[in-house]
């Protein structure tokens, strides 16, 4: 089994920047993609940010230049740094891992989400 721990999210003014951190931890014999996606009320879960194995990214047009994400694999971890924030990025967001277990498999897990809020 795996489990995924996310934190720092939380009530940020416009123009505000905020880290939030996505721990994976269990059976893993290798973790091929984490990301971030987000969910706001009435609308549909959206890719935010993601980061492959191969250590390529690929961001939402609505966050290119503002929002970064990393990942350290030594810890299973992954980041993402939102700056500039913006009312539009209120939201649940939600940490994904995609990952290959030792019997081979592979399997995508989600965290149980952190509600950043921008609002002045």
Request: some cysteine; aromatic content about 10%.
């Amino acid at each position: 089994q795996v489990q995924l721990v996310e934190s720092g999210g939380g009530l940020v003014q416009p123009g505000g920047s905020l880290r939030l951190s996505c721990a994976a931890s269990g059976s893993i014999f290798r973790i091929n993609v984490m990301g971030w996606y987000r969910q706001a009320p009435g609308k549909q879960r959206e890719l935010v940010a993601a980061d492959t194995s191969g250590g390529s990214t690929n961001y939402a047009d609505s966050v290119k230049g503002r929002f970064t994400i990393s990942r350290d694999n030594a810890k299973n971890t992954v980041y993402l740094q939102m700056n500039s924030l913006e009312p539009e990025d209120t939201a649940v967001y939600y940490c994904n891992v995609d990952l290959t277990g030792w019997d081979g498999y592979e399997y995508d897990y989600w965290g149980q989400g952190t509600q950043v809020t921008v609002s002045s």
